[in-house]
């Protein structure tokens, strides 16, 4: 069984920085997409990034493209979330997301192509 432990995140102003981190257990997660995903209150779970297993393929959304920044450790069984001018409407709790099987770059956006998830993360943008 795969765990994904996240640390990272809190409180900035806007236009501050914030880096997440996740390590996975349980399994190597070398050869699969790793992902990162966000829920406001209220409202839908969001993609917000994804990297590919060799870490030279990424994923973003317009919202997060060109602020935010996914990278995998060496090992490739963590993932990292670098967030950068961040606005208060990136105010969510953060999830970190990993497949059970081999997934296409046309499905990494979708949260339904992830099995594992992360405990969550708290980050809260003031104005």
């Given at each position: 069984q795969v765990q994904l432990v996240q640390s990272g995140g809190g409180l900035v102003q806007a236009g501050g920085s914030l880096r997440l981190s996740c390590a996975a257990s349980g399994r190597s997660l070398?050869?699969?997409w790793m992902a990162w995903f966000?829920?406001?209150p209220g409202k839908e779970r969001e993609f917000v990034a994804a990297i590919a297993p060799?870490?030279?393929t990424t994923s973003y959304p317009d919202s997060t493209k060109g602020r935010f920044t996914i990278?995998?450790?060496s090992a490739k069984n963590s993932v990292y979330?670098?967030?950068d001018s961040?606005?208060?409407e990136d105010t969510a709790?953060?999830?970190c997301a990993a497949p059970s099987r081999l997934i296409t770059t046309t499905e990494c956006n979708r949260a339904?192509?992830?099995d594992y998830w992360g405990q969550g993360t708290q980050v809260t943008v003031s104005s």
């Open positions: 070398r050869i699969y966000r829920q406001a060799s870490g030279g990278s995998r450790g979330l670098q967030m961040l606005k208060p709790d953060y999830y339904n192509s992830y």
